[in-house]
């Protein structure tokens, strides 16, 4: 079984900037790669960005170069540094496993960007 808390959400302006935080307990090991996940109004739930092993990680060509993950192996939590802030960042974002393990979706936090 797994938990997954997401923290951090809020609403910010265009331009600015939030962290957001990923718990995770259960069995999820270090070796299992992590994903954020964005749900937008009206839209599916689509990955963002990706960590795998030590230092790979992948975005999705939305957010390459505004945002950044991150993992702690040791805190069991996974990061994600959101600069320059659009509209269109806003939404619910999760974080999964990659792949996704179906049924474990925590509440997620809720992004707004927004003046």
């Known amino acids: 079984q797994v938990q997954l808390v997401e923290s951090g959400g809020g609403l910010v302006q265009p331009g600015g900037s939030l962290r957001l935080s990923c718990a995770y307990s259960g069995s999820i090991f270090s070796r299992n790669p992590m994903g954020w996940y964005r749900q937008a109004p009206g839209k599916q739930r689509e990955r963002v960005a990706g960590?795998?092993?030590?230092?790979?990680?992948n975005y999705a060509d939305s957010v390459k170069g505004r945002f950044t993950i991150s993992r702690d192996n040791a805190e069991n939590t996974v990061y994600l540094q959101m600069n320059s802030l659009k509209p269109e960042d806003t939404g619910v974002y999760y974080c999964n496993t990659i792949p996704v393990r179906a049924g474990s979706w925590g509440q997620g936090t809720q992004v707004t960007v927004s003046v």
């Open positions: 960590i795998y092993g030590g230092s790979t990680r």
